[in-house]
């Protein structure tokens, strides 16, 4: 089995010492992932544009792995405002509604006030 760590160039990877993603063998674990566009470091200011972001910085990661979104099996979001979170399911949909991974929502506070979502997913590569 070999290891590979994926980076998306963000600040906050080698300021904190982790990597976007880590592949071991058929399996793809992407870090907790906000809607920061790295190529800016810029952020909306809603939490549904943040949530569209926070896929496509995933999809980019997974895509990096050889991966996909239709190989995850699990996902975690994070939102410091549960109620907000009802707002997001369209463009959740939109991402995982083929897929339909395991998932789990949980209202926690974020490192970074302007984050308002943050999410979390595992993938298994498809041989």
């Known amino acids: 089995m070999t290891r590979r760590l994926i980076s998306s160039g963000s600040t906050f990877e080698a300021e904190i010492g982790y990597s976007r993603a880590v592949v071991d063998g058929d ?4 870090s907790g992932t ?3 566009d790295y190529a800016t470091m810029s952020i909306a200011d809603d939490v549904v544009a943040q949530a569209e972001q926070c896929l496509k910085n995933i999809e980019s990661a997974l895509r990096q792995a050889d991966a996909s979104l239709a190989d995850v099996v699990r996902v975690t979001y994070v939102l410091p405002d549960g109620a907000a979170f009802a707002s ?4 959740l949909r939109r991402y995982f509604g083929e897929v339909r991974p395991a998932a789990m929502m949980i209202s926690a506070g974020l490192a970074d006030p ?4 943050e999410i979390e997913v595992t993938a298994r590569k498809r041989s």
């Open 27 to 30: 399996w793809v674990f992407v």
């Open 34 to 36: 906000t809607g920061f």
């Open 88 to 91: 997001c399911w369209p463009v």
């Open 114 to 117: 302007r984050m308002k979502i």
